[in-house]
């Protein structure tokens, strides 16, 4: 019987999961369904953030949350690929949030974002509190947590933040980052090209990128703020994958999906030459072999496994003979 490659190239170490490239926010009931209608037009190479803490109007933070249940516990929630983002550490809500939440949405919800924390305790008493709550109600699975980086202390504590439960994404805020330097980092820092080139963005972007891949987690990129050129979304998400190592984008606007997930997705002839290459590892239980005159072991192998994994997720073409050996 072949071993699969998960199981033989991977063998004790954590994974970093394999999530869509791009993750879209909406704040209200129109535009939490219309991303999930998008899900179903143009495939399901992105993931919905439903948003309690920008999406809720003051004083109605219970009733938004309680739409949020109600619509993904819809049939228009086709495919489970749907998180909430709730309100941070000092508001009020965001234990009310979590509550009506988990109690409603405990075994579907594809992650909770938690916005804002200053330090690495904050976010571990509200992981904490998303516990308690899914134990309360007898959700047995872990509740993936994103967890956003933007403020000096969260950066400060990151080291501290990447090694508490549950964690499955760590975002960086930009905008709230460089409004903390109030006025040291130039307004002109909130978009390209000064974001990856301003020295303390560097910093900050590079910290959180090599923390997240350091303990399996997902490292995801800040949004465009230029909502309708897809021109220089798909920049910015090019340059955040290929210079940075995100692995990840957050799109607030519907035409920033496919940019995200053309600019991040494989190359589809390097997803060939993975799908081929595995094959062949596979026939020899996983020792060296040649391809097109190169040496391959397992070393390549696991880089072309996680190729070929986003690969699917993103919807590029994969040999058939690869979807059946590995996907099936």
Same mark, same amino acid.
Request: overall charge neutral.
């Given at each position: 019987m072949n071993t699969h490659p998960s199981e033989a190239l991977f063998s004790g170490e954590k994974l970093i999961p394999?999530?869509?490239?791009?993750?879209?926010?909406?704040?209200?009931?129109?535009l939490i369904l219309k991303a999930l209608q998008l899900q179903d037009s143009i495939g399901q190479i992105f993931d919905v953030t439903c948003d309690c803490e920008d999406g809720a109007a003051a004083?109605?933070?219970?009733?938004?949350?309680?739409?949020?249940?109600?619509?993904?516990n819809s049939e228009v929630n086709k495919y489970g690929m749907a998180g909430?983002?709730?309100?941070?550490? +000092? &508001?009020?809500?965001?234990?009310?949030?979590? /509550? !009506?939440?988990?109690?409603?949405?405990?075994?579907? =919800?594809?992650?909770?974002?938690?916005?804002?924390?200053?330090?690495?305790?904050?976010?571990?008493?509200?992981?904490?509190?998303?516990q308690q709550i899914a134990q309360l109600h007898q959700i047995k699975?872990?509740?993936?947590?994103?967890?956003?980086?933007? +403020? &000096?202390?969260?950066l400060e504590e990151?080291? /501290? !933040?990447?090694?508490?439960?549950?964690?499955?994404? =760590?975002?960086?805020?930009?905008?709230?980052?460089?409004?903390?330097?109030?006025?040291?980092?130039?307004?002109s820092a909130m978009r390209s090209p000064q974001q990856f080139e301003h020295k303390l963005l560097i910093r900050a972007k590079s910290q959180?990128?090599?923390?997240?891949?350091?303990?399996?987690?997902?490292?995801?990129h800040n949004v465009t703020l230029d909502l309708k050129n897809t021109d220089v979304t798909y920049a910015d998400a090019y340059k955040a994958r290929n210079e940075f190592g995100f692995l990840r984008m957050w799109s607030i606007y519907p035409t920033q999906i496919e940019a995200i997930v053309n600019a991040m997705k494989p190359n589809f002839d390097e997803v060939l030459d993975a799908a081929y290459i595995l094959l062949e590892a596979q026939k020899v239980n996983w020792g060296?072999?040649?391809?097109?005159?190169?040496?391959?072991?397992?070393?390549?192998?696991?880089?072309f496994w996680t190729i070929l994994q986003k690969a699917k997720v993103s919807n590029v073409s994969i040999p058939e003979d690869a979807l059946k050996a590995f996907f099936n």
């Open positions: 394999i999530i869509p490239s791009c993750e879209h926010f909406a704040g209200s009931e129109k004083g109605q933070e219970e009733e938004h949350a309680k739409m949020i249940v109600k619509i993904l909430a983002r709730i309100h941070d550490y +000092t &508001h009020a809500s965001w234990k009310k949030d979590v /509550e !009506i939440l988990v109690q409603g949405l405990g075994n579907k =919800l594809s992650y909770i974002t938690i916005p804002k924390s200053t330090n690495a305790k904050q976010v571990k008493e509200m992981i904490s509190y998303i699975r872990e509740i993936p947590i994103h967890v956003l980086i933007e +403020t &000096h202390g969260a990151i080291n /501290e !933040i990447v090694k508490l439960p549950w964690i499955q994404v =760590l975002d960086f805020g930009l905008m709230d980052f460089v409004s903390a330097h109030q006025g040291a980092i130039p307004a959180v990128v090599a923390a997240a891949l350091a303990h399996g987690i997902v490292p995801a060296p072999i040649q391809y097109k005159g190169e040496l391959h072991d397992r070393a390549t192998y696991r880089y």
